[in-house]
C-alpha cells in the first residue's frame, strides 16, 4: 500500500506515461482478454466494419490502462485537480435535493471513469453519498478501493447488506450510487431484457427502490473530452409519481440511456468483462 500512495502522489503526465507502457503490455503481448473484447463489440456493433471495431478496441485498452493509473492517482488527488478533471453538469439535480432532504437515486453504468465521477460527488456532498459496491475476493484490492472511495467521506454498502441498511436510514437525506449494468448472479432477482443486441440480465433494485419510496432517479451521461478529462452531465431518469408506469419502466429507460452513451462515446464501456456469460438460447 505504501508503494502505491508513494506512485499516486506522482503527476498524472508522469503516471500516463505508465498507461502507456501497459497498453503496449496488455493490447500488444499478453492480449488481455482480447477475445472477450472482440467478441464484445462484434456483438454490439455488427453494422461497423471491423476495421472501426478494431480502432475502438485499440481506444478502449488506452481508456482501460489510463482509469488503472488515474484511479490509482484518486488515492492522493487534491480537491482541485479534481473538480478540474471531473467535471459535473447539472449538479443542482442531485446536490440542491440532497440538500432538501431528499434521497436520490444514482443509476450509472460501467463507462470510465466511474471511480473518479463517484469521488467527485462524494467531495460535494461527503457522507450523504452512498455506494453500494460489490465485494473484491483479494484483500489487498478490497482495502485499497475501500480507501479510494471513501476517502472523501462517501458511506460504502455491500450489496448484500443493501437492503437491511436502506431501513435503517430511509429517512436520511443522500444520493445513493448504483452500478446498474452488473451482471446479477443465478440467486438474484433478475429482469432480462436485449441490451446492446443480446438478451442481458439485470438487477432491478433500483426500480423497486424508487418506486416504493417515490425517490427521483439521476443518469450520468458521460464524455471523454480529451485524455485525463472527463464530463457527467446529470439528466432525470425518472421521477414519481409511480402509479401508473408500467413494470420494469425504470430499468428499460436506464438501458435506453446507457446504450445511447455507450453508442456516443463506445470506446469507455468496459468491454474487457464477461458481461454475457450466460447463453440464455441454451437455457
Given at each position: 500500500m505504501i508503494f502505491i500512495r508513494l506512485l499516486s502522489k506522482l503527476p498524472l503526465r508522469v503516471l500516463f506515461v505508465l498507461s502507456d507502457l501497459i497498453y503496449f503490455l496488455a493490447y500488444y503481448l499478453m492480449g488481455y482478454r482480447k477475445n472477450i473484447v472482440r467478441n464484445n463489440l462484434k456483438q454490439a456493433f455488427p453494422e461497423k466494419p471491423s476495421k472501426e471495431r478494431r480502432q475502438i478496441e485499440k481506444k478502449f485498452y488506452r481508456n482501460f490502462t489510463d482509469s488503472l493509473v488515474e484511479t490509482i492517482k484518486l488515492l492522493t488527488i487534491g480537491k482541485?485537480?479534481?473538480?478540474?478533471?471531473?467535471?459535473?453538469?447539472?449538479?443542482?439535480?442531485?446536490?440542491?435535493?440532497?440538500?432538501?432532504?431528499?434521497?436520490?437515486?444514482?443509476?450509472?453504468?460501467?463507462?470510465?471513469?466511474?471511480?473518479?465521477?463517484?469521488?467527485?460527488?462524494?467531495?460535494?456532498?461527503?457522507?450523504k453519498c452512498e455506494t453500494i459496491y460489490t465485494r473484491v475476493n483479494q484483500p489487498f484490492f478490497e482495502d485499497l478501493m475501500h480507501k479510494i472511495r471513501g476517502r472523501m467521506g462517501a458511506d460504502l454498502t455491500e450489496r448484500k447488506s443493501f437492503q437491511r441498511a436502506f431501513l435503517k436510514k430511509r429517512h436520511t437525506p443522500r444520493l445513493i450510487v448504483l452500478a446498474a449494468d452488473q451482471?446479477?448472479?443465478?440467486?438474484?432477482?433478475?429482469?432480462?431484457?436485449?441490451?446492446?443486441?443480446?438478451?442481458?440480465?439485470?438487477?432491478?433494485?433500483?426500480?423497486?427502490?424508487?418506486?416504493?419510496?417515490?425517490?427521483?432517479?439521476?443518469?450520468?451521461?458521460?464524455?471523454?473530452?480529451?485524455?485525463?478529462?472527463?464530463?457527467?452531465?446529470?439528466?432525470?431518469?425518472?421521477?414519481?409519481?409511480?402509479?401508473?408506469?408500467?413494470?420494469?419502466?425504470?430499468?428499460?429507460?436506464?438501458?435506453?440511456?446507457?446504450?445511447?452513451?455507450?453508442?456516443?462515446?463506445?470506446?469507455?464501456?468496459?468491454?474487457?468483462?464477461?458481461?454475457?456469460?450466460?447463453?440464455?438460447?441454451?437455457?
Open positions: 482541485k485537480e479534481l473538480n478540474k478533471r471531473f467535471l459535473v453538469k447539472n449538479p443542482a439535480l442531485i446536490f440542491d435535493k440532497v440538500d432538501q432532504g431528499e434521497i436520490i437515486i444514482g443509476m450509472c453504468g460501467h463507462l470510465f471513469n466511474w471511480e473518479g465521477h463517484l469521488l467527485t460527488v462524494s467531495s460535494e456532498v461527503h457522507e451482471r446479477p448472479n443465478r440467486v438474484d432477482i433478475r429482469y432480462r431484457r436485449p441490451f446492446l443486441n443480446r438478451e442481458t440480465t439485470f438487477f432491478e433494485g433500483g426500480e423497486k427502490l424508487s418506486k416504493k419510496f417515490n425517490l427521483t432517479v439521476i443518469y450520468a451521461y458521460i464524455t471523454k473530452p480529451r485524455r485525463g478529462y472527463y464530463e457527467y452531465e446529470y439528466r432525470i431518469l425518472a421521477k414519481p409519481p409511480y402509479d401508473s408506469e408500467q413494470p420494469h419502466s425504470i430499468t428499460n429507460t436506464f438501458v435506453k440511456f446507457l446504450e445511447e452513451n455507450i453508442r456516443d462515446q463506445p470506446a469507455l464501456y468496459l468491454w474487457s468483462h464477461n458481461r454475457w456469460k450466460e447463453n440464455w438460447s441454451q437455457r
